[in-house]
């Protein structure tokens, strides 16, 4: 299969899924699942506030993997391969296991035990016509599906991040850079 950098969804093809619509019952609402970058502040290794996003429009594109109707259920796109790498076929694992990267208790550099946890975690966006409203995730920190990428200290900066494989479905990298 031929991998290109960009994402399985473009922005043109996103434009004719919205001017489209359902097409099966021709309701104009529909219901995005992506793939997107989020924080979370941790303290002791344990979540200390609330999931912020941390994406722009391209990555939300970028990270899309299926869309439906949330009326009568009609997938109208839908991609089985990593949102991340495209590894074929890598989806289904990836919403089912859990974080493979480590929560620290605290900083190993200064102990202090607030860190900024970057996570990629599985939205919902709903659109009303062209027209988005805010995304909304269900998934935290040990449930399946969100898959650690960076942790960083307020004081000492970076501590670790997945850098050698893909975050989401663990294949070997080099990986795709995504649009930014
Ligand atoms: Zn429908
Ligand atoms: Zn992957
Ligand atoms: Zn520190």
Known sequence: ???????????????RLLAEGCTACK?????????????LPIA???PNGPITWAYKGETFLDG???????????????ADVCPRCHREGA?????ETTNR?????????????????????PARVLYAGVRAEKARTATELLDPGFHGVRVQCATCGLLDAVN????????????RNRPS
Request: net charge negative.
């Open 1 to 15: 299969m031929y991998v290109s950098a960009m994402g399985l969804l473009d922005a043109s093809g996103l434009d």
């Open 27 to 39: 309701g104009k609402k529909l219901l995005f699942r992506t793939y997107v970058d989020a924080r």
């Open 44 to 46: 002791g290794a344990e």
């Open 64 to 78: 899309v993997f299926d869309v439906s109707c949330p009326d009568c259920k009609h997938v109208v796109f839908h």
């Open 91 to 95: 989806l289904a694992t990836i919403l």
């Open 101 to 121: 990267f480590v929560v620290p208790e605290k900083c190993p550099q200064c102990d202090i035990p607030d860190l900024q946890y970057l996570a990629m975690i």
């Open 164 to 175: 050698a494989k893909c975050p989401l479905c663990d294949a070997p990298g080099p990986i």
